[in-house]
């Protein structure tokens, strides 16, 4: 079981397209704190040496607590490692969306910028997250904490179920453009 200390904090996000990367998709870049986790440091500190390595990828959840998601990566090459990104599907739905649509993701640590504009020529690698990991009821668990998050906001009862769906739509709309 992973504890809360063991997830590497994310402590900022954005994006990067390339032609030559994913198929021109828009593919998230996650900036995370590594201080606490200097062996994940290390690790895109020697990929950027080495050829690309081998990692296993698995989205996970708790048993009574769809809220949280979380990212598991096992390493292989060029280090063995693991390591771990928690998501909250209501403060962050587009984030985890936007990872399970391109099937990849960027890893930036912190100490590359607090930015994707700051650290474009810095060390982050780009991991592939293949489509067999989505959890099976991704949309349905997606959709319920963006009704939840809805509801607390103040939408009626009502409106919410529609709502939330126009809201993932347009999420998807966004973060599906690609560049060629």
């Known amino acids: 079981m992973v504890r809360v ?12 397209a390339s032609p ?3 198929d021109g998709r828009l593919i998230p870049v996650l ?7 200097p062996a994940f440091l ?17 989205w996970g959840y708790g048993r009574f607590n769809k809220r949280f998601v979380t990212l598991n990566l096992r390493f292989l090459k060029p280090v063995e490692l693991e390591a771990s990104i928690r998501f909250d599907l209501r403060m ?11 099937k ?14 700051e650290g474009m020529d810095k060390p982050k ?4 997250i293949p489509p067999q990991t989505k959890l099976p009821n991704w949309d349905a668990m997606l959709l319920k904490q963006i009704e ?18 126009q809201h993932l739509e347009r999420i998807r709309e966004f973060t599906g453009k690609r560049i060629s």
């Open 5 to 16: 200390d063991d997830y590497i904090p994310l402590v900022s996000d954005g994006a990067i």
């Open 20 to 22: 030559d990367i994913g």
């Open 31 to 37: 900036i995370l704190d590594c201080s606490n986790h």
């Open 42 to 58: 290390n690790l895109v500190r020697v990929h950027q040496q080495t050829p690309p390595g081998d990692v296993i990828s698995r």
């Open 92 to 102: 962050q739905p587009a984030l985890a969306d936007s990872i399970v649509q391109a």
């Open 104 to 117: 990849s993701v960027y890893l930036q640590p912190l100490e590359s910028g607090s930015r994707v504009i």
């Open 125 to 128: 690698i780009v991991i592939e």
């Open 148 to 165: 939840i998050k809805m509801k607390k906001d103040g939408m009626s009862r009502r409106s919410v179920k529609s709502a939330a769906r």
